[in-house]
């Protein structure tokens, strides 16, 4: 598809309002130290995971996609940026199945998802995120860059609420304070457990709220 007809599906869904879930809106993902982050987070174009781990994680993950994304290549490219960006080296491990969560309740996986907002994409990231990065804009809407950014801001959260997944959730979505939005993620999370004790060498793993 070409630049230009995917400015036009992006300016087509804005116009119609189309959101399939609430927007990521905490902060507006603005908060300053974010722009270092997520700057760093793109910078990084690449991490490798283990093979073996990388081969268990599609085997168990690519058929439960399969609903959600019907193109084969587009499910393995999620899958492949979701272990990757899970397990990026030097930054604290978040669980596979947890991201997979977060993407399923936010965009269903559907990488054309705008927000009434204007957040776009797998994660719902703000749309100024790439003027401040210098990229394009119809970037969001691809799969790489899209998990790149959602994974840093989510990381930021995360370490911002000391390891409280719930209270990170809410703050990523902008329901501080309420639980609706961090309870459906957690929920959903279950449907993508399996493969989140992957790569416990890298550190240990975020655990659900309450031990799970």
């Not at 959600?68 to 272990?83: C, G, N, S, Y």
Request: glycine content about 8%.
């Amino acid at each position: 598809m070409s630049i230009r007809a995917v400015m036009l599906q992006v300016a087509l869904y804005v116009t119609l309002g189309a959101a399939a879930v609430p927007v990521a809106r905490a902060d507006q993902q603005r908060d300053p130290e974010l722009r270092s982050i997520v700057q760093k987070a793109i910078a990084e174009a690449e991490c490798f995971p283990d093979e073996y781990e990388a081969e268990v994680w599609y085997k168990m993950m690519e058929p439960r996609l399969r609903r959600a994304v019907t193109d084969r290549d587009e499910r393995i490219l999620i899958l492949k940026h979701v272990f990757c960006e899970a397990h990026r080296a030097g930054e604290p491990r978040l669980p596979p199945g947890l991201v997979m969560a977060l993407i399923d309740v936010e965009s269903r996986f559907n990488r054309w998802a705008v927000s009434s907002a204007g957040a776009v994409g797998l994660m719902q990231v703000m749309p100024f995120w790439p003027e401040e990065l210098g990229m394009r804009r119809f970037q969001l809407v691809r799969v790489p860059e899209n998990i790149r950014m959602g994974t840093a801001i989510f990381r930021y959260y995360l370490k911002r609420e000391r390891n409280d997944v719930a209270k990170a959730l809410a703050r990523y979505n902008g329901s501080v304070g309420r639980r609706w939005y961090s309870d459906m993620v957690i929920q959903r999370w279950t449907r993508w457990n399996g493969a989140d004790d992957l790569g416990l060498a890298s550190g240990q793993p975020v655990r659900k709220p309450g031990g799970g």
